[in-house]
């Protein structure tokens, strides 16, 4: 779950009464001397302002070294469907020196976005040799000309697709709410199935929000894709349920796991805030793996930060 968009009510509350100027929160968000989950306050509420001198601000903290600062802000950016976040976004995508995490979001967010001009640059990356890269990209595509066909347009407009639940925009529509758990889960653990199709399995499973929907999600994670993996549980860390602790601390214990599925599983767990989650997420903030590492230490700051009742956000 993206801490930055769906943080704790209290970091929200607090965001929304923040009224520093937008330069000052992208001083703010840009400074390293700052703690990184001060900095993550800071970025909601950036995303809360929006326009583009909030794209702007958010978008100068790409030339951090944090790696998870950096995908977050490229989340971010495609929560907030501005397209003056485009050109930021493709150049992101193209760069061979950053690290494929952020390459990763960079392309996802382009695919929220939906700007048709990002197409080239897309389909381009959907061949890339790090499979991450070309399987974020390959649905970005899959994203846009679905919403941009016929179909896609008939389900939007009728809403035959349901609410999303937790206002969040998905790299992939969910399926018909009229297929059973059994046969959502069905094609969720389907190999063959091309992967929007698994993602639009896994939406749907996400809106039913059943304990059976959320045990049909962890069925998954023995899939070959670590894109489908982190997926899985930045699903689960939305819903927020204890029937998933066990199978996101697996994910989290295994350090042969890719890094930005151990990271999910933690931002997931820190959502979750069960009494099993955060005795794990203290073990993990010294991971050796530092966007786990970061990602721990965010997730319990939110914890703490709910709990205490804080109000300011940078002293």
């Not at 100068?60 to 490229?74: P, T, Y």
């Not at 925009?169 to 929007?196: G, H, Q, R």
């Amino acid at each position: 779950m993206s801490t930055s968009t769906n943080p704790p009510a209290s970091v929200q509350a607090a965001a929304l009464a923040d009224v520093r100027s937008t330069t000052d929160l992208g001083a703010d968000l840009a400074n390293k001397d700052l703690p990184l989950a001060d900095r993550f306050r800071v970025l909601f509420t950036l995303r809360n302002i929006g326009g583009e001198d909030g794209v702007a601000a958010i978008a100068r903290a790409f030339e951090d070294d944090s790696v998870l600062l950096k995908h977050e802000v490229a989340y971010v950016l495609g929560q907030m469907k501005d397209p003056a976040a485009v050109e930021t976004l493709l150049k992101v995508l193209a760069d061979e020196d950053e690290d494929p995490m952020v390459r990763h979001e960079a392309g996802e967010a382009l695919g929220a976005i939906g700007d048709e001009k990002a197409l080239p640059a897309l389909v381009k990356y959907a061949e890339h040799e790090d499979p991450v890269i070309a399987e974020t990209c390959a649905l970005a595509v899959a994203l846009i000309e679905w919403t941009n066909s016929e179909e896609g347009k008939a389900q939007l407009e009728s809403g035959e697709l349901g609410e999303n639940p937790y206002l969040s925009v998905d790299p992939a529509p969910p399926a018909a709410p009229t297929a059973s758990v059994a046969e959502l889960k069905e094609t969720l653990n389907n190999a063959d199935a091309s992967l929007f199709a698994r993602y639009r399995a896994l939406f749907a499973l996400r809106n039913e929000g059943s304990d059976a929907a959320v045990e049909a999600i962890c069925s998954a994670f023995d899939d070959a894709s670590a894109l489908f993996r982190h997926e899985l549980a930045y699903v689960l860390g939305q819903m927020q349920s204890p029937v998933a602790v066990d199978a996101l601390a697996k994910v989290l214990k295994d350090g042969s796991e890719h890094c930005m599925v151990r990271h999910e599983a933690a931002e997931a767990l820190g959502s979750i805030a069960h009494d099993d989650c955060l005795p794990l997420l203290q073990t993990h903030q010294s991971d050796a793996e530092r966007v786990v590492s970061e990602s721990c230490q965010v997730a319990l700051d939110m914890a703490d930060y709910e709990a205490s009742g804080a109000f300011e956000y940078v002293a």
